[in-house]
């Protein structure tokens, strides 16, 4: 078979933002349009509100807005989501984001 497979970016979205949720530290996801600040955190179901997909030509990057677990080392905990995502989006959606930015909007007790 000789095709091509799509993926749409709500459906790259929600899978970013699922794979965030599962790191340990992140409480999770902000919505990206800052608007609406802190005053609610995304749950799983809402995850993709919490991730903005970028194309530029060939390339498409990832920008994710997360609330930490207060305490936690908020440099390992973005190098850790950005890791697992990138992994997550090579292995499950067949290719590779040319950057993966972790924005830390909020802190928040658990």
């Known amino acids: 078979m000789n095709g091509t497979i ?11 933002g699922l794979t965030a949720h599962e790191i340990p530290g992140v409480v999770g996801m902000a919505p990206a349009n800052l608007k609406e600040g802190l ?5 799983r179901a809402q995850a993709r509100d ?30 850790n989501i950005a ?12 290719f590779e984001l040319s950057a993966t930015r972790v924005h830390a909007v909020g802190v928040r007790r658990v």
């Open 50 to 79: 919490g991730v903005v997909i970028v194309k530029e030509g060939a390339q498409t990057s990832a920008d994710l807005y997360v609330v930490m677990a207060y305490g936690v080392n908020i440099p390992a905990v973005a190098q």
């Open 39 to 43: 005053q609610r955190v995304l749950g």
């Open 83 to 94: 890791e697992r995502v990138e992994h997550t989006v090579k292995t499950q959606a067949g």
């Open 6 to 16: 799509q993926i749409s970016e709500a459906a790259l979205a929600s899978l970013i």
